[in-house]
């Protein structure tokens, strides 16, 4: 079982970045696919990016194409979500989550999830 603890969230004005950090704890993240979900007030957890075990492939939401970019440092067990020129809607609370299958983009293909850290970006 692992434990994951998101941290890096806050307020930023449209067109900032900030950078997501998920920490993960009790068995090393090297053993997952990694991904980054998103959830809006009123609004289903939705997909935002995921990383397979070894880093080499990746997988976006066409919504954060090009705008972020998810990695991993497995040697410090954290992954990471760099979120540049971002949008009001971009604000959700993000969750950091650990599949033991395939990289995927539906939520229910995800075994463990951290806690969730907000993002608001301001027009």
């Known amino acids: 079982q692992v434990q994951l603890v998101e941290s890096g969230g806050g307020l930023v004005q449209a067109g900032g970045s900030l950078r997501l950090s998920c920490a993960a704890s009790?068995?090393?993240?090297?053993?997952?696919?990694m991904g980054w979900f998103r959830q809006a007030p009123g609004k289903e957890r939705e997909f935002g990016a995921a990383?397979?075990?070894?880093?080499?492939?990746?997988r976006y939401a066409d919504s954060v194409k090009g705008r972020f970019t998810i990695s991993r440092d497995n040697a410090k067990n954290t992954v990471y979500l760099q979120m540049n020129s971002l949008r009001p809607e971009d604000t959700a609370v993000y969750y950091c989550?650990?599949?033991?299958?395939?990289?995927?983009?539906?939520?229910?293909?995800?075994?463990?999830w951290g806690q969730g850290t907000q993002v608001t970006v301001s027009s």
């Open positions: 009790g068995r090393t993240v090297s053993s997952y696919v």
């Open positions: 989550a650990a599949s033991r299958g395939l990289l995927g983009v539906r939520a229910d293909g995800y075994d463990y």
């Open positions: 990383i397979n075990r070894s880093g080499g492939s990746t």
